[in-house]
């Protein structure tokens, strides 16, 4: 009954850290580019009281063993990358990515960072930058005179001046992918960075080599389904019950036995 306590504890423990996930998808319904992600489970070990084949007699032995778990944990969140819904915003520094592929920006210790958020803006000196004024990689600046930017599906930016018949070509906008998206780390902001499980990045123009197109003037929304996270904290708070009344069953239990003695 004691064990009992503790396994149902480490239910409820698991349990919390999926309602924790839950409400983090949930809270990122409506942020740019932002991938949901799940928290997946494993079972703890087992107190082996019999192993199978274990003799009963000396002509036969036990075709089963008899073991009790001790309980659950959470050990990962896996991210899941699928494209969000594209948005039309008619912003031309809007962009979204219709397939696989990271932007690249440069973090302030000059680490590269992914994203899936194409919401750029331009500095006080005309560059390709993020919300939080992070430069995009590879750099790209726009004149000060361009009347318009033009970013085509395989990410060639051009822009028109005043005395220029043709548009001009200012910079090539890049995206990365990886062997494993789900290995990158979340720093937070809509960024990534690159780790040894991620792998490293393989970088291209768009629409090569696998990699996604370009769509100007859209954003990709989240790929959060309020539906589905609303199911997944359902079913988490009906477990979360369910090892709460184990422990209270385990209690009941022991106070019979100490009034046992009465």
Sequence with gaps: MIRALYTAASGMNAQQANIDNVAHNLANVNTTGFKKSR????????????????????EAEAPIGLETGLGARAVATARNFSTGNLRATN???????EGLGFFQVTLPGGETGYTRAGALHLNGQGQLVTADGLQVTPQISIPANATTISISKDGIVSVSVPGQGAPQQVGTIEL??????AGLEARGGNLFVATTASGEPTTGVPGSEGLGT???????DSNVSVVEEMVNMILGQRAYEANSRV????????QQVNSLSR
């Design 91 to 97: 912003n031309p520094l809007d962009l979204a990515v």
């Design 39 to 58: 928290v997946e489970f494993e079972d703890l070990v087992y107190q082996q009281i019999r192993a199978a084949g274990t003799p009963t007699s000396q």
């Design 176 to 181: 990365a992918t990886f062997q494993n998206p």
């Design 214 to 220: 370009l769509a100007q003037g859209f954003l990709e």
């Design 247 to 254: 422990i209270r069953a385990a209690d009941e239990m022991l």
